[in-house]
């Protein structure tokens, strides 16, 4: 029963980071099931399938640790981590590639930091299309970060309100204000152009400098 113990407890953080991807919340539902359903078996039975069970939900659990890790300030140490989980799954949610993309992007390695971004293929989300024009403004890549930004709004439409935040749900203060300066150098003037009236103009420019 100790190494179930176990199995929950390490499932928790990553239940957590699979919050906002369907697929992965999926995969982390089925573990909690599987591990459920483990727990009404013998000790026996309980040694012969808890490796296959962690083996399975591994790739998930080491780029948890990976976020955690680069977080702390070992960048370097957390992009292995996160390219060992991507080799363990092929078939890996979007979201692994956030470490990476995050090492290139404070890094100042723009470039990089794209094409990272778009391997993570959710071409569709609102938050990776606000970092993808976060990288066209760094870059200057006015039309480009225009284009994209008319998509956030699109499919979030408070977002020059709530931006900030959403950044601040998963990253670090040092993350997010290089994240809403990249956003601000070439992406503002859409924003405020699909602001109709000056309060709401005002209101912007001050949630943009906060």
Not at 103 to 116: P, Q, V
Not at 166 to 181: A, H, N
């Amino acid at each position: 029963m100790k190494l179930v113990a176990c199995l929950l407890l390490a499932l928790l953080p990553a239940w957590g980071m699979c919050s906002t991807d369907a697929a992965c919340r999926a995969g982390a539902r089925q573990a909690f099931l599987d591990v459920e359903r483990i727990a009404r078996l013998g000790e026996t039975a309980q040694r012969e399938q808890v490796p296959r069970l962690y083996r399975d939900i591994y790739p998930t659990l080491q780029e948890y640790l990976a976020h955690l890790i680069a977080f702390s300030g070992d960048w370097e140490h957390g992009c292995e981590l996160a390219e060992r989980a991507r080799q363990l799954n092929p078939n890996h949610p979007g979201w692994y590639w956030a470490v990476t993309f995050l090492d290139a992007y404070r890094k100042g390695d723009y470039r990089s930091a794209r094409s990272f971004l778009l391997k993570g293929n959710q071409p569709r989300h609102f938050f990776t299309l606000a970092l993808l024009a976060a990288v066209h403004g760094q870059l200057g890549e006015r039309d480009a970060a225009d284009k994209v930004l008319r998509e956030v709004l699109t499919l979030k439409p408070d977002f020059p309100w709530t931006g900030r935040d959403e950044f601040r749900k998963w990253y670090l203060p040092e993350l997010v204000e290089p994240l809403m300066d990249g956003l601000r150098k070439e992406t503002v003037s859409i924003l405020i152009r699909r602001l109709t009236s000056s309060a709401q103009t005002r209101a912007f420019k001050i949630y943009c400098s906060a």
